[in-house]
């Protein structure tokens, strides 16, 4: 639906355990277009689920006024605990994992941005703020991505970047959840 993305998240919580053998304790910041991103809030649910520090970073008009308002004063939400910081360099210090999102153009009519060149200056995540997170962080983007704007090429297609493993991991994933659910007892 519009609202969720969840064979997605469920990819991206395989990728980091594969790479990091737990998701609990890490620090995973979301950086990009939360208030339109299906991917941010599927992964909202499983990171937290699991453990996860989630950072959330965003321009003040692309994070949803729930997380503003709402989540962090409701006591034993699961959002509760989700940081938000709209201050990319300080979100990216000490990073476990980078999750960007892709900037939804096709959402963007309602002036939600002064320009892509200014989202990309603010928020995009380029080889020297990759620098903040840890050595070892991994890079993803759920994709399709605009390269240049939200990320830059020599990020997505760097050493740290799990991004291509992603998509792979998501055939693995979701055919997975097929034959779960067309053959739910395992016959056959």
């Not at 689920?49 to 950072?55: D, F, L, R, T, Y």
């Not at 692309?62 to 709402?70: E, Q, T, Y």
Request: glycine letters at 10%; one cysteine or more; charged letters at 20%.
């Amino acid at each position: 639906g519009a609202h969720a993305h969840p064979t997605q998240a469920l990819l991206d919580l395989h990728t980091i355990w594969s790479h990091k053998g737990r998701v609990d304790g890490l620090k995973v910041v979301i950086v990009g277009d939360i208030l339109y991103s299906r991917v941010a809030r599927s992964n909202l649910w499983g990171l937290t689920k699991m453990g996860a520090e989630v950072v959330l970073c965003a321009p003040p008009t692309l994070i949803p006024a729930d997380f503003v308002n709402g989540y962090r004063t409701m006591e034993g939400h699961p959002f509760a605990s989700v940081r938000i910081e709209m201050d990319v360099e300080k979100a990216l210090e000490g990073a476990d994992v980078v999750m960007t999102l892709r900037l939804q153009l096709e959402r963007q009519q309602a002036g939600h941005l002064p320009t892509l060149r200014e989202y990309s200056r603010m928020y995009g995540i380029n080889p020297r703020r990759l620098e903040l997170a840890k050595l070892d962080a991994l890079v993803m983007h759920p994709g399709p991505m605009n390269e240049g704007v939200e990320i830059s090429p020599e990020v997505a297609h760097g050493a740290q970047s799990v991004i291509e493993e992603q998509v792979h991991n998501g055939v693995a994933v979701r055919m997975a959840l097929l034959k779960l659910l067309l053959n739910p007892k395992g016959e056959g």
